[in-house]
């Protein structure tokens, strides 16, 4: 290929993936106000003991939901890109994945369900809670079965559908749903029915958009229903199934823990500045929604250049858009807490430590998905076992010496060295690197826009202190930014996106 068309392939690759991040950024943002103000509806609601219950229920849920699909969602994402040009393969490598995690999602919510009251004597211990898991384990196989028509609309790259189910209708329904039981006063139990209700009609609109939106169907009858087929499904999806048993224990075992040690109205406390850190994370959601299957498209034609390029750009996109959010974060915690309750800021200091974690998150990138994509599942899975176990020793240590604080020093000190690991990795295994100069600019953009807010945090008070000191932070770090210069592949990306052909 002439170095024009490899400019070309490198730029419509890069074009596809933040495409799918700007695409996934409007969704997220309209989650994220939909997760957000569904929290602060219970907490304020409700109080901060039943906010704990609450966030203590879908936590285990959320985590439970981590093992459902058995590696079946980052399997489409990787054999439908490869087998594009093969639709009887695609077929039956999307039956067996729906099927596997179908199974998978009725034993997982199953044992939920029916331990439900082990799991509360052992943990909060309160009579509600039973019933309250029960109806989260009704939601983790509901959820279960959508996430794998969500995972299918990104592999072959429609991720706008994925979106309107996940990312629109279901947080829409959920809070109209919560808002209903609230107002009629309802409790804790008739919130989470509430959810019970929208995450069924999610799907079944999910459903519909899969069936009329796609020409793809899922079968096992097929002559690919070969058993070298099936050994090759399940030597990927089994290793990326153990490595989501390693996430478990990484990803909320601090949130488990902390109900186990401490208490409900910890676990509320504790929660929310998990949550809140965790707006850092968006920015490398988005990239990753087309960066798999973009990248083991680039992978199988043998593109390691192209491939190395992408990684490194897609990169910088994410520190760029999370160090202006963990400034936002950092700089007003206590208004941010103050949201949800006066009670909820003794988690500022937890907000920090997280905060912190999550710009080293996002400072190495895709690259969990660039392992997975190039062959390295069994690395991936390794590192969660690794790292998750050293935090749940960490994570028990830890809160019984230092309560809240300790949970999170433990959880975000495990995430720091884990992140150093992957990027190692990664130049270990296949010489690409996610690093170059022009990190120096969002860098000192940062430098710029933090004196700003805190001069607004110190000048004004409340709500008004976080709305215009995120709009000055906003400001001087945009216009460092212009005035330090866009990178020519950002600016040729923006006018292919826009439809310009010419800058190529």
Avoid at 214 to 237: F, G, H, K, N, Q
């Amino acid at each position: 290929m002439s170095e024009n068309g490899e400019g070309r392939s490198r730029l419509a690759s890069l074009a596809s993936i933040s495409r799918g991040a700007s695409l996934y950024t409007v969704g997220k943002v309209v989650s994220d106000a939909g997760e957000f103000l569904l929290h602060l509806l219970v907490s304020r609601g409700l109080g901060a003991a039943s906010y704990g219950l609450f966030a203590y229920g879908k936590t285990l849920a959320f985590t439970a939901l981590l093992l459902t699909n058995l590696g079946s969602d980052t399997s489409i994402l990787r054999y439908l890109p490869q087998y594009e040009n093969q639709p009887i393969k695609r077929r039956f490598f999307l039956g067996l994945a729906w099927v596997t995690s179908a199974v998978g999602g009725a034993v997982v919510a199953g044992a939920l369900f029916v331990f439900a009251p082990s799991i509360s004597s052992l943990t909060l211990d309160e009579p509600l809670f039973v019933d309250v898991l029960r109806l989260f384990a009704l939601i983790l196989f509901v959820d279960t079965l959508a996430n794998l028509i969500y995972a299918t609309f990104r592999a072959v790259e429609l991720i706008e559908y994925e979106i309107l189910g996940k990312r629109v209708f279901k947080p829409l329904l959920r809070v109209v749903g919560v808002v209903g039981v609230l107002l009629v006063g309802g409790g804790l139990f008739g919130v989470v029915a509430a959810m019970v209700a929208a995450s069924l009609l999610t799907l079944v609109i999910t459903a519909s958009l899969f069936y009329w939106r796609l020409d793809i169907r899922p079968t096992l009858r097929s002559e690919a229903a070969t058993r070298e087929s099936v050994r090759s499904y399940y030597s990927y999806s089994l290793p990326l199934t153990a490595k989501e048993a390693g996430t478990v224990m990484q990803s909320r075992v601090d949130v488990l823990m902390v109900g186990f040690f401490l208490s409900s109205t910890a676990v509320g406390i504790y929660n929310v500045s998990v949550l809140v850190a965790s707006l850092l994370y968006v920015p490398l959601l988005a990239c990753n929604q087309l960066f798999p299957p973009v990248a083991s498209r680039l992978y199988s034609q043998g593109k390691r250049g192209e491939l190395g390029e992408i990684y490194t750009v897609v990169t910088r996109w994410i520190v760029t858009a999370s160090l202006l959010l963990g400034l936002v974060a950092v700089v007003f915690r206590t208004q941010i807490l103050g949201l949800f309750g006066p009670e909820f800021t003794a988690g500022s200091l937890v907000l920090v430590v997280f905060v912190v974690s999550q710009l080293l998150n996002a400072a190495t990138g895709p690259s969990d998905y660039l392992l997975m994509m190039t062959d390295h599942q069994y690395v991936v899975m390794a590192n969660e076992w690794v790292f998750g176990i050293a935090n749940v020793l960490l994570n028990i240590v830890f809160i019984q010496a230092f309560g809240l604080i300790g949970a999170a020093l433990a959880s975000a000190g495990v995430l720091a060295v884990r992140n150093l690991a992957k990027v190692s990795e990664v130049w270990y295994f296949e010489r690409f690197h996610p690093y170059s100069w022009a990190f120096r600019k969002p860098i000192a953009a940062g430098v710029v826009a933090a004196p700003g807010m805190l001069a607004v945090e110190a000048a004004l008070a409340g709500l008004l202190a976080l709305v215009v000191g995120t709009a000055v932070g906003v400001g001087c770090y945009g216009i460092s930014l212009w005035l330090l210069g866009i990178e020519p592949v950002d600016r040729r990306c923006y006018r292919l996106l826009k439809g310009d052909s010419g800058g190529s």
